[in-house]
């Protein structure tokens, strides 16, 4: 199934997306400790990043700080999974995975299209992963784990 967005998110003023430039992995583990995830080793998760097929993050121009990341694995041929998908707290934390979430799925969408998409995500995203279309607990299913 194809995604299309209903409508176009506007991060606010001084804030971007941004993938292309690595995040440190000790601001990633600030993000996720902050949103009730694991944390991990900071080889571990830069090796991982760097061996995603993708991330997008969430920046601010000014303060130079994470406020979102999420980072996609796929065999580019039947599956695509988004990873440690997170966002700073706060009131605009629901817009933050919304972005993370539509700029991923439109990404998934030109570049692997036909992949079935799975999360790992917190609970705080719950909201924004079915505002995006994504079924949360389908049959009782309730953990993908998978140790850097």
């Known amino acids: 199934m194809q995604y299309f967005s209903k409508k176009k998110l506007v991060l606010p003023e001084g804030y971007f997306v941004n993938s292309s430039q690595i995040p440190l992995a000790q601001e990633v583990n600030k993000l996720l400790a902050n949103c009730g995830c694991e944390i991990f080793p900071k080889k571990s998760l830069s090796e991982a ?3 995603s097929n993708f ?3 969430i920046q601010n121009e000014v303060k130079n700080k994470l406020y979102g990341f999420v980072r996609v694995t796929s065999d580019r041929g039947l599956n695509a999974n988004l990873w440690n998908l997170s966002a700073a707290s706060g009131n605009n ?3 933050y995975y919304s972005i993370l979430l539509q700029v991923t799925l439109e990404k998934i969408n030109r570049e692997m299209p036909g992949c079935s ?3 790992q995500a917190p609970v705080s995203s719950f909201k ?3 505002e995006n279309g994504f079924i949360i607990d389908p049959n009782g299913i309730r953990v993908m ?4």
């Open 55 to 57: 991330f997008v993050t």
């Open 49 to 51: 990043i760097k061996n």
């Open 128 to 130: 924004s992963l079915e």
């Open 145 to 148: 784990g998978y140790k850097l």
């Open 93 to 95: 934390q629901q817009l």
């Open 117 to 119: 998409i799975s999360v």
